[in-house]
C-alpha cells in the first residue's frame, strides 16, 4: 500500500509565476490536509478537503491561494502571482473517512523556491 | 483556540542514553488528541505516538513512550536506548476529537543523538 504521494518534491518558480503542487492521499482515504512549514518552523495548518469537498479552510491566506480536491485525481493547492514569503515546504496529510479521529499520515513535502 | 508549547528548541543525548522531551499545550476541550512526530534531515513526517486524552494509561511504541498528565496539561516524550537513526526534529501536535480536524503544532526540538 503506496504512501502519500506528493509532486513535484521540489519547485523553482519566478515571483508572479503559478504554483501547482500535488497530493495523492493512501488509498482508502478520502480525507486530505495541507500544512505549511517556513524555514526553522513547525507546520501550519492552512486546508482540510474530502472529496469534492472543502471542509476547513481557516489556515488558508485570503488571496493567491487555492485547495481542490475533485472526484477523481489528486488534490491540487495552487498559488498564484507567488511571492518570496511563498518558500517554504508544503505538506500533505490524508486519513481515511471510516475512522474518526484516526492517524494522519504525511507525505514527503514539496519544497517551494521562489527566486 | 489551541496552542502546543515546546520549551526545549534543542537537545543533545548519547547514544544508547536516555532522554525527555517537553511538551505542554493549552486547551479548553475534553476529549482530545496528542501526537508526536519526527522530521529526520530528509524532511519526511513520520508518526512516532499517539494518545486519546480519555485513555489514562500512557502510550508505548517499542522505545518511545509518553508521560500524559492531563490536568497539568503536559505530554513529554522519552525516548530510551538512543540511536543515532533517533537524530531528527520532534514535533508534539494537538487535534481536538469530535470530527477528524486539523492538527496543530508545536515549533519543535532538534535532537541530536551523539556516539
Known amino acids: 500500500n503506496a504512501g502519500v504521494m506528493q509532486n513535484p518534491r521540489h519547485l523553482v518558480r519566478r515571483r508572479g509565476q503559478e504554483a501547482r503542487l500535488r497530493c495523492s492521499p493512501m488509498?482508502?482515504?478520502?480525507?486530505v490536509y495541507w500544512y505549511r512549514q517556513l524555514p526553522e518552523e513547525g507546520l501550519k495548518f492552512m486546508v482540510y478537503?474530502?472529496?469534492?469537498?472543502?471542509?476547513?479552510e481557516s489556515g488558508m491566506p485570503k488571496e493567491r491561494f487555492s485547495a481542490e480536491f475533485p472526484k477523481e485525481g489528486p488534490s491540487i493547492l495552487r498559488i498564484q502571482q507567488v511571492v518570496r514569503g511563498d518558500s517554504a515546504a508544503y505538506f500533505c496529510?490524508?486519513?481515511?473517512?471510516?475512522?474518526?479521529?484516526?492517524?494522519?499520515?504525511f507525505g514527503p513535502g514539496t519544497r517551494l523556491l521562489v527566486l | 483556540a489551541q496552542t502546543v508549547t515546546q520549551s526545549q528548541p534543542e537537545m543533545s543525548v548519547q547514544e544508547a542514553e536516555t532522554v525527555t522531551l517537553s511538551c505542554t499545550y493549552d486547551?479548553?476541550?475534553?476529549?482530545?488528541?496528542l501526537f508526536w512526530y519526527k522530521q529526520p534531515p530528509s524532511r519526511q513526517m513520520i508518526l512516532v505516538i499517539r494518545?486519546?486524552?480519555?485513555?489514562?494509561q500512557n502510550a508505548t511504541e517499542n522505545r518511545f513512550s509518553v508521560n500524559f498528565q492531563k490536568a497539568a496539561k503536559s505530554f513529554s516524550l522519552k525516548i530510551s536506548d538512543s540511536q543515532l537513526g533517533d537524530t531528527a526534529m520532534y514535533f508534539c501536535?494537538?487535534?481536538?476529537?469530535?470530527?477528524?480536524?486539523?492538527?496543530?503544532f508545536g515549533t519543535g526540538t532538534r535532537l541530536q543523538v551523539t556516539l
Open positions: 501536535a494537538f487535534m481536538k476529537s469530535g470530527t477528524a480536524s486539523k492538527l496543530t
Open positions: 496529510a490524508s486519513s481515511p473517512a471510516q475512522v474518526i479521529q484516526e492517524t494522519q499520515y
Open positions: 494518545q486519546e486524552a480519555y485513555k489514562q
Open positions: 486547551t479548553s476541550e475534553n476529549n482530545y488528541y
Open positions: 478537503l474530502q472529496k469534492e469537498n472543502i471542509i476547513d
Open positions: 488509498k482508502g482515504h478520502s480525507h
